[in-house]
């Protein structure tokens, strides 16, 4: 089974100033996808950033970037020029490409803050 | 458009009460999921349907919970008896497909006493 780490319970960042979020994962499986969701306090849980497993090129969504090192099986995301809106629990998760397999593995979630 | 829909956001209840959460996907989303989360931690899934087929149920604990999503729109989900354990924030999410992205409604907080 697939399972999916996130070493940081909390971070902290201040505005305007990058963060690097760290995941890695394990799997024997070598197509997928890797996702990074934010949940921001009481609201909804929304994608930020999508990685295919087959593509070399590292995702990017504005002032979100993620560094993927397939090998490694690490997936992390930088967040640039933070802003306040973006304080929230973020989770790395993971999903399988196979037919039939379209279950999403969770980590257990950074918890970010954003200090003014 | 409207997003994925849940209902009660907030429920008590006591030990051994039956609870019912429902949810909405979003409209023409074939593939409606419930996940559990507990507090610190990230989702589980607990049910997937495609359509109206539940196509993997293995972390649902079948002896006290139940789903079912008729004529592969809303669903529901059903826990009875309800344990202390069950306290969690149960969340419906909904996707165009299995490898669509994952659209969640805000969730049903259950706290049980």
């Known amino acids: 089974a697939q399972t999916v780490t996130q070493s940081q319970p909390e971070m902290s960042v201040q505005e305007a100033e990058t963060v690097t979020l760290s995941c890695t994962y394990d799997?024997?499986?070598?197509?997928?996808?890797l996702f990074w969701y934010k949940q921001p306090p009481s609201r909804q849980m929304i994608l930020v950033i999508r990685?295919?497993?087959?593509?070399?090129q590292n995702a990017t969504e504005n002032r979100f970037s993620v560094n993927f090192q397939k090998a490694a099986k690490s997936f992390s995301l930088k967040i640039s020029d933070s802003q306040l809106g973006d304080a929230a629990m973020y989770f790395c998760?993971?999903?399988?490409?196979?037919?039939?397999?379209?279950?999403?593995?969770f980590g257990d979630g950074t918890t970010l803050t954003v200090k003014p | 458009e409207a997003g994925v829909v849940q209902s009660p956001r907030y429920k008590i209840i006591e030990k051994k009460q039956p609870v019912a959460f429902w949810c909405n996907p979003i409209?023409?989303?074939?593939?409606l999921y419930w996940y559990r989360q507990n507090l610190g931690q990230g989702p589980e899934l607990l049910i997937r349907?495609?359509?109206?087929?539940?196509?993997?149920d293995s972390q649902l604990p079948k002896d006290r919970f139940s789903a079912e999503r008729l004529k592969g729109v809303d669903s529901t989900l059903k826990i009875q008896p309800a344990e202390l354990g069950d306290s969690a924030v149960y969340l419906c999410?909904?996707?165009?497909?299995?490898?669509?992205?994952?659209?969640f409604g805000e969730g049903s907080r259950l706290t049980v006493l």
């Open positions: 999410a909904s996707s165009l497909g299995s490898f669509g992205e994952l659209f």
């Open positions: 799997t024997s499986e070598s197509d997928y996808y």
């Open positions: 990685q295919e497993a087959y593509k070399q």
């Open positions: 998760a993971y999903r399988s490409a196979l037919a039939n397999a379209g279950k999403s593995t």
């Open positions: 409209s023409g989303h074939n593939t």
């Open positions: 349907y495609e359509n109206e087929e539940a196509v993997d």
